[in-house]
């Protein structure tokens, strides 16, 4: 059973870059067919996804979100990391790490709450 964990800053100020690393336990983020997903959840609204990196280290964005997110990883670390530039308090969310074969997403992190405020 792959466990998926967020870290990151809680607050961020506008203008910065949020970053956020998902560690992960119980199976290799080279696993073949998995994908490794960033999703947000906005204040009463539905969730958003924001981008994958797969096990072989190709990366895919949502189109909105393309310009200002980057996904990488360490396979030293079994981590993959979430980088949004330009923040602005359009981005409070609660940001999810998720995973699965392909894109059928059956294990999710606790979340983490990240506020934008200066």
């Known amino acids: 059973q792959v466990q998926l964990q967020e870290s990151g800053p809680g607050l961020v100020k506008p203008s910065q870059t949020l970053s956020l690393t998902c560690t992960v336990s119980?199976?290799?983020?080279?696993?073949?067919?998995?994908?490794w997903s960033w999703i947000r959840q906005f204040p009463g609204k539905g969730l958003e996804w924001m981008g994958a990196?797969?096990?072989?280290?190709?990366?895919y964005y949502s189109p909105s979100l393309k310009n200002r997110t980057s996904i990488s990883r360490d396979t030293s670390k079994n981590q993959f990391t979430l980088r949004l530039s330009s923040v602005t308090p359009e981005d409070t969310a609660v940001y999810y790490c998720a995973s699965g074969r392909g894109w059928v997403f059956g294990s999710w992190g606790q979340g983490t709450q990240v506020t934008v405020s200066s």
């Open positions: 119980g199976g290799s983020i080279s696993a073949n067919y998995y994908y």
């Open positions: 990196i797969t096990y072989s280290g190709s990366t």
